[in-house]
């Protein structure tokens, strides 16, 4: 399949994984447009100034974008942020990662996509609070929704009650507005303006005194142009301090959640060589649902030993099937194909990096929404589900059992064929 043909299929796959639940019939449409329509009447206009000069918000018609400053593959590769160097690298840079890592070894906290699913991850984290459990991470890593709430992870304890907040008080309302964008089928500002309001000032200074403690901070966007993930070094933005560090800290954030289709994509303002040009940046997810090292140096065969002492990885998902009749309907029949690509790539990460934890030594360790969670949702960032979701994940938190040490069997599997699988005459 050529390269163009398969980001237009993830691009209307992702578009529609988002809008299935608002396309589909019943209370979910109702309920979930009115909270995306209620953004208009019920919130300031927004003011950053991409708002105020987008023609769509004049006439209710996307029009196109603005043309683009063009450049090469080779520019885009040498590019740095003006005046941060360090700010990140690529993904697939096993050079540049080793050289960001911290200078000793210590316990990673890996957290996955998952989109509202992320109120799991972060009543997780307060329970491991609660019971006393949770570890200085050395390293905290977070893609999309992860990536959200990795800042706050990583500044400490007592963000907790933040964390809890960003993950049970909030609706369709303060992540999208119904409407096109000319780049996407939603616009997200009511989210910049919500990861504005939450990325404060001291949460920087916090996160920049940790960065020097030795601890990292990265976060995952998808570099659309070079098709290429970008880490970002989030402790080396912030220990620059001032406006600009402030503000590409926010853009980073608010590119990893970007879906792409979905939501608009954003662009990073970049130099080379002199040149200045702006990146396209989406979703991280697109090159991974969560990241612990480059994807060279996860190969089973590659030899290398993550330097961690555990790996913890938090999967805002629960890995099984979810049957149901699928109507005939384009974005129903895309959002269930989608989910369960994800699904599918969830626990082949998981697979791998299971192997890669045994390879180089270390602890491996998981927590998934448990498979009995079954409280129901009424649309996308459904306040109700999202508090359940936070609870069960606290519960599982504070639990003696938060982590499982082996990824969850595939549907299907029982408890003695999983527990078999690896003795000798035994395969999958």
């Given at each position: 399949m050529s390269t163009r043909r398969r980001w237009a299929i993830y691009t209307c796959a992702a578009a529609a994984v988002?809008?299935?639940?608002?396309?589909?019939?019943?209370?979910?449409?109702?309920?979930?447009?009115?909270?995306?329509?209620?953004?208009?009447?019920?919130?300031?206009?927004?003011?950053?100034?991409?708002?105020?000069?987008?023609?769509?918000?004049?006439?209710?018609?996307?029009?196109?974008p603005p043309s683009r400053t063009p450049f090469t593959a080779a520019e885009d590769a040498a590019a740095v942020v003006p005046g941060m160097p360090d700010a990140r690298?690529?993904?697939?840079?096993?050079?540049?990662?080793?050289?960001?890592?911290?200078?000793?070894?210590?316990?990673?906290?890996?957290?996955?996509t998952g989109g509202a699913d992320g109120a799991f991850g972060a009543g997780l984290l307060n329970g491991l609070s609660a019971a006393g459990n949770r570890p200085d991470y050395a390293v905290v890593t977070g893609v999309s929704t992860g990536a959200l709430m990795a800042?706050?992870?990583?500044?400490?304890?007592?963000?907790?009650?933040?964390?809890?907040?960003?993950y049970t008080q909030i609706s369709a309302a303060d992540i999208f507005e119904a409407g096109g964008t000319g780049e996407s089928f939603v616009d997200s500002w009511p989210l910049k303006d919500l990861i504005a309001k939450e990325i404060t000032p001291a949460l920087l200074t916090d996160i920049a005194a940790e960065h020097r403690r030795g601890r990292r901070l990265f976060v995952v966007t998808t570099d659309l142009d070079a098709e290429r993930s970008v880490v970002w070094n989030?402790?080396?933005i912030a220990a620059h301090g001032g406006p600009d560090a402030l503000n590409l800290f926010r853009t980073v954030l608010l590119a990893s959640g970007s879906i792409p289709g979905a939501f608009p994509p954003v662009l990073i303002g970049v130099e080379s060589n002199g040149k200045r040009f702006s990146e396209m940046h989406v979703d991280g997810g697109v090159g991974g649902q969560f990241f612990v090292a480059p994807a060279a140096l996860m190969d089973s065969s590659s030899g290398y030993r993550i330097p961690a002492t555990q790996l913890y990885i938090v999967v805002n998902s629960r890995l099984g099937?979810?049957?149901?009749?699928?109507?005939?309907?384009?974005?129903?029949?895309?959002?269930?194909?989608?989910?369960?690509?994800?699904?599918?790539?969830?626990?082949?990460?998981?697979d791998r990096t299971f192997v890669a934890s045994k390879n180089s030594g270390i602890g491996f360790n998981v927590a998934t929404i448990p498979q009995d969670f079954n409280a129901p949702s009424r649309g996308p960032f459904d306040p109700q589900y999202m508090r359940a979701l936070f609870d069960a994940g606290y519960d599982q938190g504070k639990g003696a059992a938060a982590f499982a040490t082996a990824p969850?069997?595939?549907?299907?599997?029982?408890?003695?064929?999983?527990s078999d699988i690896g003795k000798p005459g035994v395969t999958k």
């Open positions: 988002l809008a299935a639940p608002l396309m589909s019939s019943g209370p979910r449409f109702v309920a979930a447009t009115a909270q995306a329509q209620s953004a208009k009447s019920d919130r300031p206009a927004p003011q950053h100034a991409d708002k105020a000069t987008n023609p769509a918000t004049v006439t209710g018609a996307p029009h196109a690298f690529w993904g697939d840079s096993a050079t540049d990662f080793n050289r960001a890592l911290p200078p000793q070894p210590g316990p990673w906290l890996i957290l996955s800042p706050f992870a990583f500044a400490g304890l007592h963000y907790d009650a933040v964390l809890k907040a960003a989030m402790g080396a099937r979810d049957f149901q009749v699928v109507q005939r309907s384009t974005p129903l029949i895309l959002s269930q194909a989608v989910g369960m690509a994800v699904d599918v790539d969830l626990r082949l990460m998981l969850p069997p595939y549907p299907g599997a029982s408890a003695v064929e999983s």
